[in-house]
């Protein structure tokens, strides 16, 4: 099955104590484009996150937003640094001697030197902090991934029903070719007759004029080579994966041999039918932009 290069996925889950929310939206681009935000505590597993991105991903932009929340905060130790302290207390209680200075030390005073507390956090597991994270992106994931899969399912459809209507227009054109190719023998005959009057008319180089019209305007070859390449999008279809790149070049082989039909195309009517080919050609197009 294709998927779409847009989609959307989000997962919250509280792991060990942490509630991790993880989310994940894309849009279309040329090749994959990943940024990853998480918070600093986490910082460390960035390309991990990434790699996960890429394992699942083929092409896109895609953005990736993390957050931690620790329920009841981290616990931390603050003791005072008793040395620290006695250092600063000496030193102002010499100020006050040798230079006369007002006695105004207070603890709020001491509590705003520098070093004065030491604050201790517990040691952090980052492979398991990686571990309890990853655990949540891969949910994250999996919905960002269904709903492409939605959406994939969606274009599918769209490019075999544009395939078949294409088809239906092919066949328009291959029998109005023919028609072409009587009627100009028609009109070449009823011409000379016109002219000739009651001349006898070389029936030979009638049919020799005729031939050499019906090869410039003929077009079996390239509705021949239309189909092959709408049968050849079905099969890329069937096979579903990354195929969005190979749809696109694919896509300007059928524009190719759409224009050739058109430039041979002496008759309005089939003129027209192969402006309609074009559209829907362009509206598969713009579809393929959106395909992984």
Same mark, same amino acid.
């Given at each position: ?21 993880? =989310? ?11 940024? $990853? ?63 006369? $200075? ?6 709020? $005073? ?12 517990? =040691? ?157 050609? =362009? ?10």
């Amino acid at each position: 099955m294709i998927k779409s290069m847009t989609g959307y996925g989000r997962a919250v889950e509280t792991v060990n104590g942490r509630e991790f929310t993880v =989310e994940l939206r894309s849009v279309n681009n040329r090749y994959l484009d990943c940024s $990853v935000r998480l918070p600093r505590i986490v910082s460390f597993a960035e390309d991990t996150v990434k790699q996960a991105v890429k394992n699942a991903i083929s092409r896109g932009k895609v953005d990736v937003f993390i957050s931690i929340h620790a329920e009841g905060g981290e616990e931390v130790s603050i003791s005072l640094n008793k040395n620290v302290l006695e250092g600063y207390l000496g030193a102002m209680r010499q100020m006050v001697t040798e230079f006369g $200075v007002a006695d105004d030390i207070s603890v709020s $005073v001491a509590s705003r030197l520098p070093d004065v507390f030491v604050v201790e956090k517990p =040691e952090l597991d980052e492979e398991q902090l990686q571990s309890d994270l990853m655990s949540v992106v891969q949910k994250a994931l999996e919905g960002y991934n269904a709903m492409r899969t939605t959406e994939g399912a969606a274009l599918d459809q769209d490019l075999r029903s544009r395939g078949n209507t294409i088809l239906e227009l092919v066949s328009k054109v291959e029998e109005g070719n023919g028609k072409t190719v009587a009627d100009y023998r028609a009109r070449l005959e009823a011409k000379l007759r016109e002219v000739l009057e009651n001349t006898a008319i070389d029936e030979s180089r009638i049919l020799t004029e005729a031939a050499i019209f019906a090869d410039k305007v003929a077009v079996d070859e390239e509705t021949v080579r239309l189909r092959s390449h709408l049968q050849q999008m079905n099969t890329m279809l069937d096979g579903g994966g990354a195929v969005g790149r190979k749809l696109d070049f694919l896509l300007q082989e059928m524009n190719r041999e759409a224009n050739t039909i058109g430039s041979k195309c002496t008759d309005v009517n089939l003129a027209r039918i192969v402006v309609d080919i074009k559209a829907e050609l =362009e509206k598969i197009r713009e579809q393929t932009q959106n395909i992984e």
